[in-house]
């Protein structure tokens, strides 16, 4: 595959509706190239997770340009639970279950990061939205692959705060413990944490009501109804209209670097073990440990401009249409 000028990326997704946000953002953006989206198992039954990935690359008319690869089907060792109660049967509320007739690539999705990192070391950033399932595994293909990639960054975990899944673990690293303990400990990783989630990606009332009120576009329809259900589900469990944003946030700042504010080196580590603290992210922020301190912890973001970002996403389909060349 010829990669263009743009910053290639390779998403790794278990699409539900927040990861379609994410996808819709790089898909639409002129400063990064998708070249391929993955499939992990994650949020909903596998093959609702391809057909919505496919559905998005339709709503951002590149179905024919980038290209689906299935991969991991469950964790590397422990069951998980899907996030129904969240993102609806099928990922995106409600009734909602494409079939869009789309193929997918014929290559497994981890074979495809290994040779897409080989055939173009040191360019290609690997976009993780998911579990690591598909990264870990790429690993024990590829155990150079952190050498190989351009940059590797993570939405998961919870840097000491509570999770969202568990009071000790975010979903992600929950899902598949032993795969982000093996990411964490082999690759120089940025991660965007479930904390910072909370505190600089939320829409609330006001930001809901613009978009509902705002231009009837399709990606705005899109969203409205995808948000359905997390809505409730937050109006039940928090007492508040308000949807996150962690995987959209993760590829703006691809998008847009400047978006981040304040980051931490610090060494992280994953508890792969079964009980109530597994997926516990450890991170050492005050240096008690021996490990090496390699991973960028995103610890603030400038949330007002990457509200406007998504805004412009829904209303004109170009999340950098204020940036600037």
């Avoid at 074979?111 to 579990?131: H, S």
Wanted: glycine share 8%; net charge negative.
């Amino acid at each position: 595959m010829s990669l263009r000028n743009e910053r290639p990326v390779i998403i790794d997704t278990d699409t539900a509706g927040d990861d379609t946000q994410a996808l819709l953002m790089g898909l639409l953006s002129d400063r990064i190239d998708v070249t391929g989206i993955t499939i992990c198992a994650g949020n909903v039954a596998f093959d609702h997770q391809v057909e919505n990935a496919k559905r998005t690359l339709e709503l951002a008319g590149a179905e024919d340009d980038v290209p689906v690869y299935e991969g991991a089907r469950s964790p590397l060792q422990k069951d998980h639970e899907l996030a129904h109660h969240i993102h609806g049967e099928g990922g995106l509320g409600g009734d909602r279950f494409p079939e869009t007739g789309i193929e997918s690539g014929e290559q497994f999705a981890v074979d495809y990061i290994v040779e897409q990192a080989r055939a173009n070391p040191g360019e290609i950033t690997l976009a993780c939205i998911a579990p690591l399932t598909n990264v870990a595994l790429a690993y024990k293909k590829e155990p150079n692959l952190d050498e190989l990639l351009d940059e590797v960054w993570v939405m998961g975990g919870a840097v000491n705060c509570l999770g969202n899944i568990t009071p000790a673990a975010e979903y992600n690293f929950w899902v598949d413990p032993d795969a982000a303990k093996i990411v964490m400990n082999n690759f120089d990783v940025t991660l965007f944490d479930w904390g910072l989630t909370v505190r600089d990606t939320e829409f609330g009332p006001e930001t809901l009501e613009r978009i509902e009120s705002g231009p009837d576009t399709p990606l705005a329809e899109f969203f409205t109804d995808i948000t359905t259900q997390v809505r409730e589900f937050n109006r039940e469990t928090m007492g508040r209209d308000a949807v996150t944003q962690p995987d959209s946030a993760l590829v703006a700042a691809l998008v847009e670097p400047d978006l981040i504010e304040e980051t931490g080196m610090y060494a992280v580590d994953v508890d792969e073990r079964e009980g109530l603290t597994r997926g516990y992210t450890a991170v050492d922020e005050n240096d008690v440990t021996d490990s090496d301190p390699r991973t960028r912890v995103v610890e603030s973001l400038d949330s007002e401009r990457f509200e406007a970002m998504f805004l412009d996403m829904l209303f004109e389909e170009r999340p950098d249409a204020a940036l600037g060349s």
